[in-house]
C-alpha cells in the first residue's frame, strides 16, 4: 500500500497537470525529481508530509551532490522538491514549508550564444525564395528572428495564429499560456509570399492547420527545421554548431536590446516568466560592446596584433 507521501506526490502531479496547466514534460521532470527524493525520505523513515523538515531537503541537495551531480541539475531537482513542499502547505497536508531558507547551487553564469547582425542577415538570405521549401525555410527563419519565438512555438503555429491585419502573432507558450507578439514587417511579408505561393503547393489535397508545413504535406518538426538550419548555416558560411533555432531567439532579444527596447517589453515578447531570465541578455550586449572595442580602438586588442 502506497504511503501518505506517495499519495501527496500523485495530487501534486495532477494539481500540476490539471490545475496549473503545466506541459507533460515538465510534470514528467517533477515526477523523476520527487520520486528520488522519495527514495531518500524512505531510507529517512519519512512516510508523511507532516513529518517532512528542512534537513532532509538540505541532505537530498548533499545526496545528490555526493553522486556527482552538477549544479544545473541540483537546482532543477530543487525546484522539484520545492514546489511540493509548498503544495503541501496550500493543500493542509504539513504545517512548515520544508524548502524555506535551503539555499539553490550556485549555478555559473553562461552567456547564450548568439550571432551578429550581419550574420543573422546571412543566414536568412541563404534561404533562397526560388521553390516552395525555399519560400517556407525564408518565412520561418523571418519569423524566427523577428517575433522571438521559441522552436516549439514556432512548428506548433496553426494558420488561425496569424493576425496579419495587426501584424501579430498568437502563441500558445510554456504552461499553454497565450501571448501576442508582434511580427517584423520582413517576417510578414515573407510569410505572405510563403502562404500564396508555396504552402499550397506543400499542401497539395491534404487539410492541415499548421502554417509550416514539409515537402510531404505534414506539420513541420523541430528535428526538419533543425536539419534545414544546419543546412543554410553551411551555405551562409557560418559553422554549424553556432546556429540552432534558440541561437536566433537569442539575436532577437540581443538585437533588441541593443536598438534600445525596454527590457520588459523584450521579457513580455520572449514569452519569460522571470525578469531575470531576460537580463542575461544585456550581458550580451555589454559583451558585444567590448569586443567592438577591443577591435577597433586604437588601445584594443586588435590595434596592437
Not at 537546482?75 to 504539513?94: D, E, N, P, W
Amino acid at each position: 500500500m502506497a504511503d501518505a507521501i506517495s499519495n501527496a506526490t500523485d495530487a501534486f502531479l495532477r494539481h500540476c497537470a490539471v490545475e496549473r496547466g503545466l506541459a507533460p514534460k515538465t510534470i514528467e521532470a517533477y515526477g523523476a525529481d520527487l520520486a528520488r527524493f522519495a527514495e531518500l525520505l524512505a531510507r529517512k523513515s519519512v512516510t508523511t508530509p507532516r513529518a517532512l523538515a528542512r534537513e532532509h531537503v538540505t541532505g537530498f541537495l548533499a545526496s545528490l551532490e555526493a553522486q556527482g551531480l552538477g549544479p544545473r541539475s541540483r537546482a532543477r531537482m530543487l525546484v522539484s522538491v520545492r514546489r511540493f513542499a509548498q503544495y503541501l502547505v496550500t493543500t493542509g497536508r504539513c504545517a512548515r514549508d520544508a524548502s524555506d531558507g535551503v539555499a539553490s547551487p550556485r549555478l555559473p553564469r553562461q552567456l547564450p550564444r548568439t550571432l551578429r547582425p550581419d550574420e543573422t542577415a546571412a543566414l536568412i538570405e541563404a534561404a533562397a525564395p526560388d521553390g516552395a521549401l525555399g519560400l517556407r525555410d525564408r518565412a520561418m527563419l523571418e519569423v524566427l528572428y523577428g517575433s522571438g519565438l521559441r522552436v516549439s512555438e514556432l512548428v506548433a503555429l496553426p494558420l488561425a495564429a496569424l493576425d496579419r491585419r495587426a501584424g501579430v502573432l498568437r502563441v500558445l507558450g510554456k504552461g499553454r499560456k497565450e501571448r501576442l507578439v508582434p511580427a517584423s514587417e520582413p517576417a510578414l511579408d515573407a510569410l505572405g509570399v510563403y502562404l500564396r505561393d508555396a504552402r499550397p503547393q506543400l499542401l497539395g489535397k491534404k487539410r492541415c492547420d499548421a502554417v509550416f508545413l514539409t515537402a510531404r504535406g505534414a506539420p513541420m518538426t523541430r528535428q526538419n527545421f533543425f536539419a534545414r538550419l544546419r543546412t543554410l548555416a553551411a551555405r551562409a558560411g557560418i559553422a554549424k554548431e553556432r546556429v540552432s533555432p534558440h541561437v536566433l531567439r537569442h539575436a532577437f532579444a540581443t538585437d533588441l536590446l541593443e536598438g534600445g527596447a525596454d527590457l520588459r517589453a523584450v521579457q513580455t515578447m520572449l514569452g519569460h516568466a522571470d525578469l531575470a531570465t531576460t537580463q542575461i541578455y544585456t550581458h550580451v550586449s555589454r559583451g558585444r560592446m567590448r569586443e567592438l572595442v577591443e577591435t577597433h580602438h586604437p588601445r584594443g586588442a586588435g590595434a596592437r596584433r
